[in-house]
């Protein structure tokens, strides 16, 4: 079977055109994100790939929970992805469709994971660092992982720099393995 980001490419493509020419990236954003959301919950995702539930109630259910965030041409992305078995797609849509959005936007989109939650002037003066370290925009989302035990962790574009004290345990751990 074809890669998750194969098949979903072509969909997250049009519909990054798509909302760059209305100049509706920031809205079809947040419609993909709660689309995304009502996917992944398990009952919702079990109950849309169950091959009993029409195409339609399927269509209907997505717009129903999502209504807050339709977009123009909504129905008729979702009833393209429906048509063609691609609605369990979305999240790889959303992630494939937020990189374009990242890419013509300039900016680049990092996960920065802690062992503690970070307090927001901490929180700014990391993405003040980051700005001035990659001369680019931030799009930051921070995550809190115990198990780091202290430092950090930072993926940006699939770039890692692990400057976490479970990172620098590992490494001495390997180096005294060899």
Not at 113 to 137: G, V
């Amino acid at each position: 079977m074809a890669e998750l980001s194969t098949l979903a490419r072509p969909y997250a493509k049009a519909v990054f055109e798509y909302a760059k020419a209305k100049g509706a990236l920031n809205e079809w954003a947040d419609f993909l994100y709660a689309l995304r959301c009502i996917v992944s919950n398990d009952k919702i995702g079990g109950h849309l790939l169950d091959p009993n539930v029409k195409s339609e109630a399927r269509i209907s259910l997505l717009i129903d929970l999502a209504s807050q965030w339709k977009v123009n041409e909504s129905e008729n992305f979702l009833r393209l992805l429906d048509v063609n078995n691609r609605i369990m797609l979305i999240p790889t849509i959303e992630q494939i469709f937020n990189t374009f959005k990242s890419d013509e936007e300039n900016t680049l989109r990092a996960i920065v994971s802690t062992a503690y939650e970070m307090d927001e002037s901490d929180k700014l003066n990391f993405e003040t660092s980051l700005k001035k370290r990659f001369n680019q925009s931030f799009e930051v989302t921070y995550k809190v992982q115990k198990e780091l035990i202290g430092g950090v962790l930072i993926n940006v574009n699939d770039r890692i720099i692990d400057a976490s004290l479970l990172g620098k345990l590992n490494k001495l751990n390997d180096s005294l393995r060899a």
